[in-house]
Nanobody, 127 residues
Framework: QVQLVESGGGSVQPGGSLRLSCAASGFSLEYHAIGWFRQAPGKERAFVAGISWSGDITDYRESVKGRFTISRDNAKNTVYLQMNSLKREDTAVYYC????????????????????WGQGTQVTVSS
């Protein structure tokens, strides 16, 4: 059974940093693309960043480019989202999703292309 667990969320001041982790159990992430999404109160879940199975292709929403970095360590079965220069508008619950439908895949910005999700981790940016 595929289980994804996000961690690393918390409360930070504007300009601060957090590193989120998405760890898998019962399943290898190695050959699958992974995406990070976020959902703010009253809004739909939205794409933040994605990474291909090999790690050589990444994609970011425009508002986080230059501030967030997605990476993966297949040996640890974990994907990371390093978030720097955080802004109040980054406040949301962050979820990682796995594209389980195919191997050797590239990331997608489409929510419906992700088959498995973690429970989410809260990120709050405020002074």
């Amino acid at each position: 059974q595929v289980q994804l667990v996000e961690s690393g969320g918390g409360s930070v001041q504007p300009g601060g940093s957090l590193r989120l982790s998405c760890a898998a159990s019962g399943f290898s992430l190695e050959y699958h693309a992974i995406g990070w999404f976020r959902q703010a109160p009253g809004k739909e879940r939205a794409f933040v960043a994605g990474i291909s199975w090999s790690g050589d292709i990444t994609d970011y929403r425009e508002s986080v480019k230059g501030r967030f970095t997605i990476s993966r360590d297949n040996a640890k079965n974990t994907v990371y989202l390093q978030m720097n220069s955080l802004k109040r508008e980054d406040t949301a619950v962050y979820y990682c999703g796995l594209k389980g439908g195919s191997y050797y895949d590239t990331p997608s910005r489409a929510l419906e292309e992700y088959d498995y999700w973690g429970q989410g981790t809260q990120v709050t940016v405020s002074s």
